[in-house]
């Protein structure tokens, strides 16, 4: 049986490379009192644990040590790795946000987040995915797309009711919003009718007793 070690380098560099996959890495900023710190829950990628020929590949690098004020970083491949931050505020990773190609976060669009927050979304200027987790369901995101300033293709963008269990691009968002928006203007036209034709059918009852 042939030994890893006994093949060339650049077979080797093209067996680490394939082990090499998109990854959604958990990347939360801490504050212990008045100093800010980088954490992940996601484990460091297999191969960097392997040998050092796989970590001087740069496969991936270590990433966001601008947000902690001691030696703490993410070992990340901004190519193909989603960020999740959660709920941490956009505004935490401004020193990082150019460098960001994938995001993703969990909010509710509250007032905060449609007048302030979503704001800091165009600091992430070469951000080419975009995933939203919208806690409060998909009904109070209708128009979210084209109400914010998105650095990214609208297509590009994606939402999550984890509410109904339903994933949507920004686009057919839109559109399954309109569709909610008219079917509920026309319940609500045909429940006026109907308390109309009801009020008609009381008043000409009232008059023929008179």
């Known amino acids: 049986m042939a030994n ?35 954490a992940s829950t996601t484990p460091i990628p297999a191969p960097l644990q392997v040998c050092r020929e796989a970590r001087n590949l740069s496969l991936y690098k270590q990433v966001f040590s601008e947000l902690s004020t001691g030696r703490r970083y993410v070992w990340l491949n901004l190519d193909i790795d989603m960020v999740s931050i959660g709920t941490v505020r ?19 669009n509250q007032e905060s987040w449609y007048h302030f927050e979503s704001r800091k979304i165009r600091n992430f200027v070469n951000v080419e995915e975009i995933h939203v987790i919208c806690l409060d369901g998909f009904e109070n995101w209708g128009g979210a797309t084209y109400e914010h300033c998105w650095p ?4 590009n963008i994606v939402f999550f009711d984890l ?48």
């Open 4 to 38: 890893f070690n006994n093949f060339p380098f650049e077979i080797r560099s093209y067996i680490w490379e394939l082990t090499v996959e998109p990854r959604t890495v958990e990347v939360r900023v801490l504050w212990g009192g008045r100093t800010p710190r980088v």
């Open 163 to 210: 509410v109904d269990s339903l994933v949507m691009r920004g686009v057919e968002l839109e559109e399954k919003y309109e569709e909610w928006y008219e079917a509920q203007h026309r319940r609500v036209v045909e429940n006026d009718e109907r308390e109309a034709q009801d009020l008609f059918a009381e008043l000409t009852t009232i008059e023929q007793w008179i």
């Open 90 to 108: 956009l505004d935490a990773f401004n020193e990082v946000a150019p460098m960001i190609k994938r995001l993703k976060f969990e909010r509710e």
């Open 152 to 155: 990214c293709a609208l297509e």
